[in-house]
């Protein structure tokens, strides 16, 4: 089992920025995979940025905003968030896909809130 504690969120002005942080407990491995989703009220869960050895990701919306990083011996994985605007405005969820010979789990954390206002 793995679980997932995300601290960071709050409020921020626009042009703002944070940065989220998502620590797992478990067994978590650099080739598994660690990201951040998000979801607005009223829309559907959105992919931002994910992260494994050699390969990141990031949704259009974030891309040259948003960087993901992580830190393998504490098992963290980081969105530091810069420009941020009212539409970044969302719950933001971390995410582990562990892959094992025996097969893929996925575990998401509770959430934590971004409000971009002024």
């Known amino acids: 089992q793995v679980q997932l504690v995300e601290s960071g969120g709050g409020l921020v002005q626009p042009g703002g920025s944070l940065t989220l942080s998502c620590a797992a407990s478990g067994s978590v491995f650099s080739s598994d995979v660690m990201g951040w989703y998000r979801q607005a009220p009223g829309n559907e869960r959105e992919l931002v940025a994910t992260?494994?050895?050699?390969?990141?990701f990031y949704a259009d919306s974030v891309k040259g905003r948003f960087t993901i990083s992580r830190d393998n011996a504490k098992k963290t994985v980081y969105l530091h968030m810069n420009s941020l605007a009212p539409e970044d405005t969302a719950v933001y969820y971390c995410n582990v896909r562990v892959s094992r010979y025996y097969g893929d789990s996925e575990y998401r954390g509770k959430g934590t809130l971004v409000t971009v206002s002024s």
């Open positions: 992260i494994r050895t050699g390969r990141i």
